[in-house]
């Protein structure tokens, strides 16, 4: 449960390229960037936000709301 995943490349885990493909980010490429990128998720599973590593949790918390 907690070994270690590729996020990117030929061998990354299929959730990553799931959360990767539904929200790909802003930059060249979809590839997660660093450390502590995170995605938002709803109840009913769709990958609804991207966040970039130096967005808070707080920040993160902030848009919970809206998608209740």
Do not use: H
């Not at 061998?11 to 990128?37: M, R, V």
């Not at 949790?57 to 809206?66: F, H, I, K, N, Q």
Request: proline residues 6%; charged residues 30%.
């Amino acid at each position: 449960m907690f070994s270690k995943v590729d996020v990117n490349g030929d061998s990354e885990c299929e959730l990553y390229t799931l959360l990767k493909s539904e929200q790909p980010g802003d930059g060249d490429t979809a590839d997660i960037t660093w450390n502590f990128e995170k995605f938002l998720v709803d109840g009913s599973g769709k990958v609804v936000k991207r966040y970039a590593p130096p967005v808070t949790p707080e920040e993160v918390a902030a848009d919970l709301d809206s998608f209740r």
